[in-house]
């Protein structure tokens, strides 16, 4: 069974920290490697998606990264702000097409 | 469209009773996916279309789920005999279709209440 893991579950930290949220996956043979947010009540917002070939991608403040052969991806937001509170998952898709889903990491950035 | 679209957002209905949760993909995207997220829990995938392909409908959790895609398009996800455990927040993503650079996009979900 693909198991996604997210560490730490819960997240709380002052305005203006870098930070990082780690999500651990045991297929080797994903295809990619996508970060969402989601905010309380709402949808899915996605942030980056990482090729297999690739090692990492950068989308403003957000820096994902990926180590396929540890089966490890990196979420690194950099001078973190309120609005940057919700749960973060990763998901990857590997031949079965589907995405498998981590547990999340609920952050909390405060003032 | 612009996005993914889901209706209706909320929906309350009683045990016994039949449900049918809609969603529009985005325009072009071959790829559409349903997904569960019970509350406090992770994503729980119910079943993926691709094209003309067999859907997969190996997440689906009971023979009382089901689900239609219409023309490539719209899908509908039908719950017969609800059920309180039904009671979670549906979501529906598309993507262009499958593959290494292939970027999922979700709804905004349907909250399902079975009282």
């Known amino acids: 069974k693909q198991e996604v893991t997210q560490i730490p579950a819960a997240l709380s930290v002052p305005e203006g920290e870098n930070l990082v949220l780690n999500c651990s996956f045991t297929d080797s043979a994903i295809y990619n490697l996508q970060w969402f947010r989601q905010d309380p009540g709402k949808g899915l917002t996605s942030l980056l998606l990482?090729?297999?070939?690739?090692r990492e991608q950068t989308s403003g403040r957000l820096n994902a990264s990926l180590d396929k052969s540890s089966g490890r991806s990196t979420l690194y937001i950099a001078a973190s702000q309120p609005g940057d509170s919700a749960t973060y998952l990763c998901?990857?898709?590997?031949?079965?097409?589907?995405?498998?889903f981590g547990t999340g990491t609920q952050l909390k950035v405060e003032l | 469209g612009a996005g993914v679209s889901q209706s209706p957002s909320n929906k309350v209905t009683e045990k016994g009773k039949d449900v049918e949760l809609r969603c529009d993909p985005i325009s072009g995207h071959t790829a559409l996916y349903w997904y569960r997220q019970s509350l406090g829990q992770g994503l729980e995938f119910l079943i993926y279309?691709?094209?003309?392909?067999?859907?997969?409908k190996s997440g689906l959790p009971s023979d009382r789920f089901s689900a239609e895609r219409t023309g490539g398009s719209v899908s509908t996800l039908t719950i017969q005999r609800t059920q309180q455990e039904d009671s979670a927040v549906y979501l529906c993503?598309?993507?262009?279709?499958?593959?290494?650079?292939?970027?999922?996009?979700f709804g905004q979900g349907t909250r399902l209440t079975v009282v």
């Open positions: 990482i090729q297999s070939s690739q």
């Open positions: 993503a598309s993507s262009l279709g499958t593959g290494r650079s292939i970027e999922a996009f």
């Open positions: 279309f691709q094209g003309n392909s067999a859907p997969d």
């Open positions: 998901a990857h898709t590997g031949g079965g097409n589907k995405l498998t």
